[in-house]
């Protein structure tokens, strides 16, 4: 569906729900998939103009149509579409599962990709036609496609590409219930944990409204040095302004939107807004300092990161040597090749580099060594028990020495009494963050908070 637009609103939550249980009733009946796809279908067809949907299914894979349905369209018109391998043609039905991509033909009788099928859609009238690749929830892998066509020669307007999108989850859970063999077969799968699916799948849902109708913003937490006296930045934190819930912590949304495969539109709305926030206060104080992003590695791995992380600071203004992008360290694991390149990128552009709760894994080491840090963050579990725990003060220890050895910053997470404080900075750490200094705060509050230095 292309890039996902910031902002954007596509549907009321209750818009969502009421399409939502009334797309699913012949799910959770149990009913055949087929009759299932086509309570979806009309669903479809009733908000768009002038549409007639059909929905083709794939093989296992992904090499050609073996079954779909349609609602006012007849079946035997997809049948003309099945076993037939994607890369002979198929009009837009074949090149969107091919591209994994949206496909738009105004008109089909002057689109080449529909040289060979125009004749299958012609009796019936039909002129346009746009087609969707359905993913399975959480994958790249693309289980069916959805097309919609038309009588006259048009472009789907973006209400219909919205609320399609919106619902894509849903189609691709629905398929994914079913057992479809390569010669077309449907199983129904066990559907007993369905109620599990809905409700999650409505809660992602909610996230994404949550985020186009910007209740995702970030929280803004101070990073010391010198006893707290002064300022060496500020870390980013995401937190969700709930409408019923009140503020909802990010261990409740980020793996969701990870799993959904969504997080780099989450990344990015924290980044910007930090950004832009930033950037006004640093011009109306005067003062200069770090700001600190967190970013998914699932994120990170994905293509042009670095260019967009250029984007959201030439369209903010904010230094580039006044951000860094923080990564977790134990999501570092498998991916270090991919993420040396990209790390290398950021660092071309001026940004800093900072892993987070180091000395959490047996890789630390090699993160040294192959990527261009400039600062580990001790992690607050260590920091936690440093006062009581001879092995954790070893470890606060030997680390603190180790990023001093290398010229590195180190920062000491979860400070939270005079105790920790004490005991970090006897060896050597001088840059702290934690609640013995402030909880995260609303941009207000680190307005108020940042006029002390």
Same mark, same amino acid.
């Given at each position: ?264 539109? +989450? *990344?990015? %709305?924290?980044?910007?807004?930090? #950004? ?7 011009? $109306?104080? /005067? ?120 010229? +590195? *910053?180190? %920062?000491?997470?979860?400070?939270? #009494? ?7 900075? $006897?060896? /050597? ?25």
């Amino acid at each position: 569906m292309g890039e996902k637009r910031l902002n954007e609103r596509v549907l009321s939550p209750e818009e969502f729900v009421s399409g939502y249980q009334y797309i699913t009733e012949y799910l959770k009946a149990g009913l055949p998939l087929c009759d299932v796809l086509k309570r979806a279908l009309k669903y479809f067809e009733d908000q768009f103009v002038d549409s007639y949907c059909t929905i083709m299914l794939l093989n296992s894979k992904g090499t050609e149509f073996v079954n779909g349905a349609a609602y006012s369209l007849p079946d035997d018109m997809l049948e003309k579409f099945m076993h037939i391998r994607l890369f002979d043609g198929l009009g837009t039905c074949g090149t969107a599962a091919v591209r994994g991509e949206l496909m738009v033909s105004p008109n089909v009788h002057n689109d080449r990709t529909w040289r060979s099928f125009a004749n299958v859609v012609k009796p019936y009238g039909l002129k346009s036609c746009w087609s969707v690749p359905v993913f399975k929830p959480g994958t790249s892998d693309i289980v069916a496609i959805f097309a919609v066509y038309s009588k006259y020669s048009r472009y789907p307007t973006q209400r219909e590409l919205d609320t399609l999108s919106a619902y894509n989850e849903l189609l691709g859970l629905i398929v994914s219930n079913y057992k479809i063999d390569d010669s077309g077969e449907i199983e129904q799968l066990d559907l007993n944990e369905d109620d599990n699916l809905n409700s999650k799948t409505l809660y992602v849902e909610s996230i994404k409204t949550g985020l186009k109708n910007g209740e995702i913003y970030p929280y803004y937490q101070p990073v010391l040095k010198s006893d707290g006296q002064e300022l060496h930045g500020v870390e980013a934190l995401a937190r969700w302004e709930h409408p019923e819930k009140g503020l909802v912590p990010p261990i409740d949304f980020v793996d969701h939107a990870e799993e959904y495969d969504f997080i780099d539109w +989450l *990344d990015e %709305v924290i980044c910007r807004r930090a #950004c832009e926030d930033m950037k006004k206060l640093m011009d $109306d104080t /005067g003062k200069t300092f770090t700001l600190s992003v967190n970013i998914s590695a699932v994120h990170i791995r994905k293509q042009n990161f670095a260019q967009r992380i250029e984007d959201i600071l030439d369209e903010t203004g904010f230094p580039a040597d006044c951000l860094a992008i923080e990564i977790t360290e134990t999501s570092l694991i498998d991916n270090l090749t991919e993420v040396a390149v990209t790390f290398q990128q950021l660092k071309n552009l001026g940004v800093k580099i900072a892993i987070d709760d180091f000395g959490t894994t047996y890789s630390s080491l090699n993160y040294l060594k192959y990527l261009p840090v400039d600062t580990i963050k001790l992690d607050k579990t260590f920091i936690h028990d440093v006062d009581k725990s001879p092995i954790d003060r070893r470890i606060c220890k030997t680390i603190i020495q180790l990023g001093s050895d290398l010229e +590195l *910053d180190v %920062v000491a997470e979860g400070v939270e #009494c005079d105790q920790h404080l004490s005991i970090i900075q $006897d060896f /050597g750490c001088n840059i702290y963050q934690g609640y013995y200094f402030s909880k995260p705060l609303t941009l207000e509050g680190w307005k108020n908070y940042l006029e002390q230095f």
